[in-house]
Structure formats: structure tokens, C-alpha cells
């Protein structure tokens, strides 16, 4: 079993990233809600799917 250490450069690193993130998701929504307060019409979404995944062609199991 593993310990966590409180001067761990991994869960350090782990924390900034999430920090990151949540910073980022932040900046999304205040944009979402702009552009809803705006009027604007929803961006498209650039979905993409892979050859036999999404597309219907996956092939059966044997």
C-alpha cells in the first residue's frame, strides 16, 4: 500500500493541473453564459468518430 506524502512533486503536480483545469472550466462557462445573455446562436461542435466505432461499421464478435 501506498502512502501519500503532503511534499509529494507528484500530487504537487496533480494539484496545479486541477487548478488548471478548473481555471479553464471557469473561463468555459463564463463564455457559454456571455454568449447565451448575447442571444447568440450555439457554436457547432466538431464531433468526430473513427472508421467502425460511431459510424455503424463496427464489426461483429466472434
Known amino acids: ?24 472550466d471557469r473561463e468555459d462557462r463564463r463564455a457559454e453564459a456571455q454568449r447565451r445573455r448575447d442571444s447568440l446562436p450555439e457554436p457547432k461542435r466538431d464531433i468526430r468518430t473513427f472508421p467502425g466505432f460511431a459510424d455503424g461499421g463496427a464489426t461483429p464478435r466472434a
Open 1 to 24: 500500500m501506498t502512502q501519500q506524502h503532503p511534499n509529494d512533486s507528484l500530487q504537487a503536480d496533480l494539484e496545479a493541473l486541477a487548478e488548471v483545469f478548473e481555471a479553464e
